[in-house]
T-cell receptor
Protein backbone atom coordinates (compact mmCIF):
# COMPACT_ATOMS: atom_id res chain seq x y z
CA UNK A 1 0.00 0.00 0.00
CA UNK A 2 1.11 3.55 -0.59
CA UNK A 3 1.41 5.98 2.28
CA UNK A 4 2.82 9.44 2.91
CA UNK A 5 3.70 10.62 6.39
CA UNK A 6 4.25 14.22 7.36
CA UNK A 7 5.00 13.97 11.05
CA UNK A 8 5.17 17.73 11.62
CA UNK A 9 1.64 19.03 12.07
CA UNK A 10 2.60 22.65 12.68
CA UNK A 11 5.83 24.61 12.52
CA UNK A 12 6.30 28.21 13.58
CA UNK A 13 9.42 30.17 12.64
CA UNK A 14 10.49 33.77 12.60
CA UNK A 15 11.10 35.46 9.29
CA UNK A 16 14.53 34.79 7.75
CA UNK A 17 14.92 31.48 9.54
CA UNK A 18 15.49 28.34 7.49
CA UNK A 19 12.89 25.60 7.88
CA UNK A 20 12.71 21.98 6.72
CA UNK A 21 9.47 20.12 6.19
CA UNK A 22 9.77 16.36 6.46
CA UNK A 23 8.11 13.78 4.23
CA UNK A 24 8.45 10.02 4.48
CA UNK A 25 6.75 7.70 2.02
CA UNK A 26 5.97 4.03 1.58
CA UNK A 27 5.43 2.27 -1.72
CA UNK A 28 6.08 -1.09 -3.34
CA UNK A 29 6.27 0.42 -6.81
CA UNK A 30 9.68 0.67 -8.40
CA UNK A 31 8.57 3.63 -10.47
CA UNK A 32 6.83 6.40 -8.59
CA UNK A 33 6.63 10.15 -8.36
CA UNK A 34 6.82 12.51 -5.43
CA UNK A 35 5.26 15.94 -5.24
CA UNK A 36 5.06 18.96 -2.99
CA UNK A 37 2.07 21.28 -3.04
CA UNK A 38 1.49 24.57 -1.22
CA UNK A 39 -1.96 25.55 0.02
CA UNK A 40 -2.05 29.20 1.11
CA UNK A 41 -4.95 30.61 3.13
CA UNK A 42 -6.81 31.26 -0.12
CA UNK A 43 -7.21 27.49 -0.39
CA UNK A 44 -5.92 26.81 -3.88
CA UNK A 45 -3.33 24.05 -4.22
CA UNK A 46 -0.16 25.27 -5.89
CA UNK A 47 2.17 22.74 -7.49
CA UNK A 48 5.79 23.18 -6.37
CA UNK A 49 7.79 20.20 -7.60
CA UNK A 50 7.65 16.67 -9.02
CA UNK A 51 10.44 14.11 -8.78
CA UNK A 52 10.59 10.63 -10.24
CA UNK A 53 12.01 7.68 -8.38
CA UNK A 54 15.01 7.35 -10.69
CA UNK A 55 16.28 10.85 -10.14
CA UNK A 56 17.77 11.37 -6.71
CA UNK A 57 19.48 14.60 -7.60
CA UNK A 58 18.62 17.34 -5.17
CA UNK A 59 16.93 20.38 -6.61
CA UNK A 60 17.09 24.04 -5.78
CA UNK A 61 14.69 26.69 -6.96
CA UNK A 62 15.35 30.07 -5.45
CA UNK A 63 14.81 29.80 -1.72
CA UNK A 64 13.32 26.32 -2.07
CA UNK A 65 15.30 23.10 -2.11
CA UNK A 66 14.37 19.44 -2.00
CA UNK A 67 16.33 16.48 -0.70
CA UNK A 68 15.26 13.11 -2.09
CA UNK A 69 16.79 10.04 -0.43
CA UNK A 70 15.53 6.63 -1.52
CA UNK A 71 17.57 4.92 1.18
CA UNK A 72 15.42 6.53 3.85
CA UNK A 73 12.27 6.93 1.71
CA UNK A 74 12.28 10.63 2.37
CA UNK A 75 11.61 13.71 0.28
CA UNK A 76 12.24 16.71 2.49
CA UNK A 77 11.60 20.32 1.59
CA UNK A 78 13.68 23.25 2.86
CA UNK A 79 12.80 26.91 2.68
CA UNK A 80 15.80 29.18 3.16
CA UNK A 81 15.36 32.64 4.65
CA UNK A 82 11.64 32.16 5.17
CA UNK A 83 9.20 34.98 4.51
CA UNK A 84 5.72 35.72 5.80
CA UNK A 85 4.32 34.86 2.36
CA UNK A 86 5.59 31.31 2.85
CA UNK A 87 2.91 30.80 5.51
CA UNK A 88 0.70 28.00 4.22
CA UNK A 89 -0.07 24.33 4.54
CA UNK A 90 2.42 22.21 2.62
CA UNK A 91 1.46 18.79 1.34
CA UNK A 92 3.75 16.01 0.22
CA UNK A 93 2.21 13.49 -2.18
CA UNK A 94 3.06 10.23 -3.94
CA UNK A 95 1.78 8.62 -7.11
CA UNK A 96 2.68 5.46 -8.91
CA UNK A 97 1.49 2.09 -10.05
CA UNK A 98 -1.47 1.50 -12.29
CA UNK A 99 -3.83 4.12 -10.98
CA UNK A 100 -1.60 7.21 -10.87
CA UNK A 101 -3.76 8.63 -8.11
CA UNK A 102 -2.04 11.07 -5.79
CA UNK A 103 -1.81 9.97 -2.19
CA UNK A 104 -1.37 12.97 0.09
CA UNK A 105 0.19 13.34 3.47
CA UNK A 106 -1.78 15.13 6.15
CA UNK A 107 0.09 18.38 5.56
CA UNK A 108 2.32 20.66 7.62
CA UNK A 109 1.06 24.08 8.61
CA UNK A 110 3.94 26.55 8.39
CA UNK A 111 3.53 29.88 10.14
CA UNK A 112 6.21 32.46 9.48
CA UNK A 113 6.11 35.29 12.00
CA UNK A 114 7.39 38.75 11.05
CA UNK B 1 -9.52 26.93 -20.48
CA UNK B 2 -6.41 28.16 -18.80
CA UNK B 3 -7.07 26.30 -15.58
CA UNK B 4 -9.37 23.81 -13.92
CA UNK B 5 -12.73 25.42 -13.31
CA UNK B 6 -15.12 24.28 -10.59
CA UNK B 7 -18.65 25.39 -9.91
CA UNK B 8 -20.26 26.44 -7.75
CA UNK B 9 -17.52 27.86 -5.56
CA UNK B 10 -19.79 27.63 -2.54
CA UNK B 11 -22.88 25.51 -1.92
CA UNK B 12 -25.09 25.42 1.14
CA UNK B 13 -27.68 22.68 1.17
CA UNK B 14 -30.10 21.14 3.58
CA UNK B 15 -29.50 17.70 4.97
CA UNK B 16 -31.13 15.07 2.79
CA UNK B 17 -30.98 17.05 -0.46
CA UNK B 18 -28.95 16.01 -3.50
CA UNK B 19 -26.13 18.19 -4.84
CA UNK B 20 -24.14 18.28 -8.05
CA UNK B 21 -20.64 19.68 -8.28
CA UNK B 22 -19.09 20.45 -11.64
CA UNK B 23 -15.51 20.34 -12.88
CA UNK B 24 -14.17 21.66 -16.19
CA UNK B 25 -10.65 20.30 -16.69
CA UNK B 26 -7.86 21.87 -18.70
CA UNK B 27 -8.37 21.28 -22.40
CA UNK B 28 -6.40 18.25 -23.53
CA UNK B 29 -6.07 16.77 -20.06
CA UNK B 30 -7.45 13.27 -20.28
CA UNK B 31 -7.08 12.43 -16.60
CA UNK B 32 -9.46 13.89 -14.02
CA UNK B 33 -9.52 13.40 -10.26
CA UNK B 34 -11.87 14.32 -7.44
CA UNK B 35 -10.58 14.83 -3.90
CA UNK B 36 -12.26 15.89 -0.68
CA UNK B 37 -10.69 18.05 2.01
CA UNK B 38 -12.49 18.28 5.30
CA UNK B 39 -11.78 21.21 7.61
CA UNK B 40 -8.18 21.11 8.77
CA UNK B 41 -7.59 17.74 7.15
CA UNK B 42 -5.56 16.38 4.28
CA UNK B 43 -6.85 15.46 0.86
CA UNK B 44 -8.89 12.31 0.49
CA UNK B 45 -8.98 10.67 -2.95
CA UNK B 46 -12.49 10.01 -4.25
CA UNK B 47 -12.43 8.99 -7.91
CA UNK B 48 -10.17 9.02 -10.99
CA UNK B 49 -11.09 9.11 -14.68
CA UNK B 50 -8.58 8.35 -17.44
CA UNK B 51 -9.78 8.64 -21.01
CA UNK B 52 -12.32 5.96 -21.89
CA UNK B 53 -11.12 3.54 -19.23
CA UNK B 54 -13.38 2.47 -16.38
CA UNK B 55 -12.99 4.98 -13.54
CA UNK B 56 -11.21 4.12 -10.32
CA UNK B 57 -13.98 4.59 -7.77
CA UNK B 58 -12.09 3.09 -4.87
CA UNK B 59 -12.18 6.30 -2.81
CA UNK B 60 -15.91 7.00 -2.88
CA UNK B 61 -17.01 6.87 0.78
CA UNK B 62 -20.51 5.49 0.21
CA UNK B 63 -23.04 4.67 -2.49
CA UNK B 64 -24.51 8.14 -2.02
CA UNK B 65 -21.53 9.43 -3.98
CA UNK B 66 -21.24 9.06 -7.74
CA UNK B 67 -19.43 10.79 -10.55
CA UNK B 68 -19.55 10.84 -14.29
CA UNK B 69 -17.49 12.35 -17.02
CA UNK B 70 -19.21 13.19 -20.26
CA UNK B 71 -17.36 13.28 -23.55
CA UNK B 72 -14.07 12.88 -21.80
CA UNK B 73 -14.22 16.45 -20.56
CA UNK B 74 -16.60 17.90 -17.96
CA UNK B 75 -17.19 15.88 -14.82
CA UNK B 76 -20.03 16.01 -12.32
CA UNK B 77 -19.79 14.71 -8.76
CA UNK B 78 -23.20 13.93 -7.29
CA UNK B 79 -23.94 13.46 -3.62
CA UNK B 80 -27.36 12.08 -2.83
CA UNK B 81 -29.20 12.53 0.48
CA UNK B 82 -26.45 14.75 1.83
CA UNK B 83 -25.35 14.38 5.44
CA UNK B 84 -23.58 16.88 7.67
CA UNK B 85 -20.38 14.86 7.50
CA UNK B 86 -20.31 15.52 3.74
CA UNK B 87 -19.44 19.16 4.49
CA UNK B 88 -16.00 19.74 2.99
CA UNK B 89 -14.16 21.34 0.11
CA UNK B 90 -14.37 19.19 -2.99
CA UNK B 91 -11.35 19.61 -5.24
CA UNK B 92 -10.99 18.58 -8.85
CA UNK B 93 -7.67 18.11 -10.62
CA UNK B 94 -6.71 17.27 -14.16
CA UNK B 95 -3.55 16.11 -15.84
CA UNK B 96 -2.07 14.82 -19.05
CA UNK B 97 -2.19 11.05 -19.52
CA UNK B 98 -0.38 9.24 -16.74
CA UNK B 99 -0.78 12.07 -14.29
CA UNK B 100 2.80 11.98 -13.25
CA UNK B 101 3.73 15.11 -15.16
CA UNK B 102 1.80 17.16 -12.68
CA UNK B 103 -1.74 17.68 -11.54
CA UNK B 104 -3.49 21.06 -11.76
CA UNK B 105 -6.12 21.66 -9.13
CA UNK B 106 -9.21 23.82 -9.30
CA UNK B 107 -10.19 26.23 -6.54
CA UNK B 108 -12.71 23.77 -5.16
CA UNK B 109 -16.35 23.80 -4.15
CA UNK B 110 -17.02 24.45 -0.47
CA UNK B 111 -20.05 22.35 0.46
CA UNK B 112 -21.90 23.05 3.68
CA UNK B 113 -24.71 20.75 4.74
CA UNK B 114 -27.01 22.31 7.34
Amino acid sequence: AQKVTQAQTEISVVEKEDVTLDCVYETRDTTYYLFWYKQPPSGELVFLIRRNSFDEQNEISGRYSWNFQKSTSSFNFTITASQVVDSAVYFCALSGGATNKLIFGTGTLLAVQP
Amino acid sequence: GAGVSQSPSNKVTEKGKDVELRCDPISGHTALYWYRQSLGQGLEFLIYFQGNSAPDKSGLPSDRFSAERTGGSVSTLTIQRTQQEDSAVYLCASSLPGGNRGYTFGSGTRLTVV
